[in-house]
């Protein structure tokens, strides 16, 4: 990473210690380098309630120091993959190797034995007993946190805030600091508890109806309803009809859209061309309703039982179990969405003054500030001057932007480097595979984690910007990360093939919603597939063949 040591590495969390670290599941939610103000005011909240929540609510690990959880390194952020694991290893229905798998993207290494647990049998019934509580209550909580930022963001939305005055702007710049910790922690929940009642399932699954029961069990979970992106779509459907107006549909879900934690970021209510285009789509799609999805879904929960014998009530808690997590595990983003919504248009307005009293240029300039400067100065009528910061972390910013940091890295005070093999295994983890070594789909093919199942053939469509993007109805959507932002194009697409992610990245679940094949974790999709080559999605068996004599582009020079 030589590139990297040529940037300033002032906002970089570096630990004590060189520690591993993954981009492979959060590249959902932060799929490019973040702000330095998102950074400072949105990421470094969120990565305090890490410890908080998996020592004090869950007590799966001891008490470890936040940059070992999750970290910031060139704006870009990561999670720390040694605490995750061995939270795996102590939480019941859990393992590392599952974790790492469902999460990470890294195949069990078939060589190691089944990890036993971290714990004693008295800590993991300790641990057992929490996260029932836990079970129980998060869903609550998050509902509580909704109703309390609704209610925030409606104001917000109202207010004049020009008439606000700098003590009051500094009061909202410090509200998502202080109740974000608390905001995620329900996230964080139903992420453990969802990830380990999808292990559950699968296992059970696989035990009774054979090989074919990974494909079943995920054919199982499509089409549950009720996740709020989803929603959000159908709703597009009302509007298109006349039943809802356009502002109500902003008012109840104009606050999610594309990198949705990114102060600088626009959410799909103040894109008013991206919203009408999507109105005139969901006009067009009004009388193609179709069933398939869900009727495909009663067949699999129907072989499934039949498979299960006697243990049908077992299936119907575990069908029940995951099929309530999975909607929590994208719905509790709600709250916090909402909490950055409203910080967002409060760091417009601080951004604004500062620009009026002559410290920066532009109100862009001051996503490049950190929130401590922006509250120390926003309260001065004659602020210092931030533009060498500003030039500085914007260069940086950049310079990031324009680098490809390695999925899974090894970090130390001042340096980001690629991870041994050995490193890896010694987790029982396998190293990812490069596409066409032995083992993968081959020249012609790239292989990922089957995480919606069906076989589609169609042409594909290389997406990297979703408001830019041409999809046609029917193509197989290519994309290196998606997040909600996404959700529109899932839509059209006849079938998804993403680089990044496991079976509850927001991808595989909108693919399952909505019964389209999808391929997660191929890594390389995005750069050696081409847009109009035709290609086969195996979402079952996780392959994608190119057809008619196509070729792989060649794989990228190592760095």
């Known amino acids: 990473m030589r590139e990297l040591a040529t940037l300033d590495d002032e906002l970089c969390t570096w630990p004590a210690e060189p520690r591993l670290y993954t981009r492979a599941n959060g590249a959902d939610q932060w799929p490019d380098p973040v702000t330095p103000l998102t950074q400072t005011a949105v990421v470094a909240p969120q990565i305090r309630s890490l410890p908080t929540t998996f020592t004090d609510v869950l007590g799966l690990i001891e008490r470890v120091p936040v940059v070992d959880c ?9 999670v720390g993959l040694e605490p995750t694991l061995r939270m795996a290893d102590v939480m019941p229905g859990w393992s590392a190797q599952a974790v790492g798998e469902q999460y990470f993207g890294l195949p069990p290494d078939p060589d190691c034995a089944e990890p036993r647990g971290g714990g004693s049998p008295l800590q993991v019934a300790a641990v057992g007993t929490r996260v029932v509580r836990a079970m129980r209550r998060y869903p609550r909580d998050a509902r509580a946190y909704e109703a309390e930022n609704r209610l925030r963001w409606d104001h917000a939305r109202a207010l004049d805030w020009t008439t606000v005055t700098d003590s009051e702007l500094v009061a909202e710049l410090a509200f998502y600091a202080v109740n974000a910790p608390r905001w995620r922690v329900p996230l964080l929940v139903s992420n453990m508890i969802a990830a380990s009642a999808y292990e559950q399932l699968v296992k059970f699954a696989t035990r009774t109806s054979g090989e074919d029961g990974p494909a079943l069990a995920a054919r199982a979970m499509s089409s549950i309803g009720g996740i709020h992106t989803s929603d959000a779509m159908a709703a597009l459907g009302r509007v298109a009809d006349g039943s809802m107006t356009l502002d109500a549909w902003r008012a109840e879900y104009g606050f999610r859209g594309p990198i949705e934690y990114e102060l600088a970021s626009r959410p799909w209510g103040e894109n008013d061309e991206y919203l009408e285009r999507l109105v005139e789509q969901a006009r067009s799609r009004r009388d193609e309703h179709d069933d398939s999805d869900e009727r495909d879904a009663a067949v699999a929960r129907a072989q499934l039982r039949a498979d299960a014998g006697r243990r049908r009530p077992v299936l119907a808690g575990l069908l029940r179990s995951l099929e309530h997590h999975l909607r929590w595990r994208e719905n509790t983003k709600v709250p ?6 409203r910080l967002r248009l ?67 005070p001042g340096s980001v480097d690629v991870v041994p093999d050995e490193r890896i295994r010694a987790l029982g983890l396998l190293p990812p595979a490069p596409a066409d070594e032995p083992g993968t789909a081959g020249s012609s093919g790239l292989h990922g984690l089957g995480t919606s199942p069906g076989t589609v053939t169609a042409k594909v469509r290389v997406v990297t910007d979703p408001f830019a993007a041409d999809l046609e109805p029917g193509e197989v959507l290519v994309a290196r990360t998606t997040d909600p932002a996404w959700t529109p194009l899932f839509l059209d697409a006849a ?56 070729a792989l582009a060649p794989r990228a020079a190592p760095e």
């Open 346 to 412: 409060a760091a417009r307005e601080a951004t604004r003054r500062l620009v009026d009293r002559g410290a920066i240029d532009e109100p862009d300039d001051g996503w490049f500030l950190t929130f401590d400067e922006v509250v120390a100065d926003v309260v001065q009528t004659a602020p210092p001057d931030r533009r060498d910061e500003v030039a500085r972390r914007r260069g940086v910013h950049e310079g990031a932007r324009a680098l490809e940091l390695p999925e899974l890295f090894l970090a130390a």
């Open 70 to 78: 999750a970290g910031v390194f060139y704006g870009f952020v990561a």
């Open 495 to 550: 079938a998804a093939v993403i680089d990044l992610g496991g079976p509850l990245s927001h991808g595989a679940v909108i693919a399952r919603e909505l019964g389209i094949p999808c391929v997660i974790n191929v890594k390389e999709a995005s750069t050696r597939l081409a847009t109009g080559q035709t290609v086969t999605v195996d979402g079952a068996r996780g392959e994608v063949e190119l057809v008619a004599g196509g």
């Open 336 to 341: 916090e969405v909402l909490g950055v919504a």
